[in-house]
């Protein structure tokens, strides 16, 4: 059955949902591409409207429609269902408060908008950039984090990204913005018992305002990251959301996200996309806890020495990479990486690269390393290995590895020995990239996985490390153990890897 304009009218000053997405014609050129998760945000927004909820945060992804949602339609709709309501709005820059500011008196003055809300009437003589007003009394006002609310208060105050990406990481710009919520924002309220604060934003610290905010009581957070593995779920009254895998795939697609977190890096993804940001030195693997040596320095002979291999199934940019990590542990108890890989390879390239590493080190240590081999990847290797090994004639044991544990359960075994100092890694272990320049390798595995861990993009490497745990490793009971930790990021003798 046909709605007709009368119903579909109706419709939008109910329901926000439907407001915004006809709103969208008034604001963009581009096409709508509707997804759940406008509803959600909506439902939300209008329990703020209802005085259910009094303090929200919304954290979401860029390019998900939040600031044309929240800031720009949200604030029409709720003048136009009450025309003297006042809105406070805050970014981070005052030319961009100006320019929300003038998308939404431009939405207010469509002639869609003002046959919808008949009774709302814009004081012309009472308009600028950054405020307007209705000759009701209500209007917005926008400013700046920083910037003056001197003589101004709202029934709602809405933060859109009240902090600014390239300055999140410095630690005053940081704390004054936080310090500026707290002396402006919370003082600006016309009725602070009844009026409203939403934030909307991407994270981009651990201590940005909404790791700040968090710490006070009375905030209801919203958190959508761009992808997520395990189930979330969101419960608002009889309103509930389910997801997982992709937030928005017609518009953050898979290939979209591997795009922007290669040009982006692990770290600013992890918070702005993810909505996790990690501590910088401060996560569950601390900088603190990564001890270097000098593998050109080490003598392995006398040392126990295990190869231990998380074998990925496919070759595609995509997937997880394989990983081996070949470890010496030495009389002292201590744990010493010596050398490993982290590589997309289909499965002959894999069991080549494992009989070079097993013979490096069968020759280096004078004797055989013993090989730990993750379960599923090991039901589809033992075939390629068998065969290679008759062929020739070189032969060892492989050890399945099956923990029984989930993967972050199995990697934060980890932590213990590196905070006792017991896990040592090699500073002068290098390979060839894609351009065939040396790149540190252990250096990356600490800054994209450890110091990333558990949001890392991958953690093959990490999972590659915990298996010692698991394949019965011993250590030596007599043997000197020289190392040199005297390193020098940039002598120029390096053992190159060829990958």
Known sequence: MAVTQKAFNALCRQNFSVFFQRAWRELEPSDYKHNWHIDCIAAHLEAVERGEIK??????????????????????WLIGRSPGTRVLGVSYAHRLSEKIAYKQRLLMESEWYKNLFINVDLDHNQSQKSSFMTKQGGGRFSTSVGGTLTGEGGNYLILDDPMNPDEALSDIKRINGNDW?????????????????????????????TGHLLKKEGWVILKLPAETKKEIVVSLGDKEWRYTGLLQENRLSRDVLNELQENMGNYAYAGQYLQEPVPLGGGEFKQDYVNYYLSSELNVRGMNIYITVDPATSKKKTSDYTAMCVWALGADNNYYIIDGLKERLNPTERINKLFDLHKKWNEKSGKPPKVGYERYGMM????????????????????????GMQKEERIRRLVPPMEQGRI????????KNHKGLPVNFMSDIVEQEMLLFPFAAHDDFLDAMSMIFDVGAIFPKSGNIERKVNYDWGRSEVSVLDI
């Open 181 to 209: 919520v707290d002396q402006a924002i919370y003082s600006r309220l016309n009725d602070p018992a009844e009026d409203k604060i939403v934030v909307i934003m991407q994270r981009l610290h651990d201590a940005d305002t």
């Open 380 to 403: 589809s290797d033992t075939h390629y290995i068998e065969q290679k090994q008759k062929d020739e004639s070189y032969r060892f044991p492989l050890r399945e590895i099956h923990s």
């Open 424 to 431: 040592w890694l090699p500073s002068d272990l290098y390979y």
């Open 55 to 76: 303090r929200l945060i919304i954290n979401v992804p860029p390019r998900t429609g939040k600031t044309l949602l929240a800031n720009i339609a949200y604030p029409a």
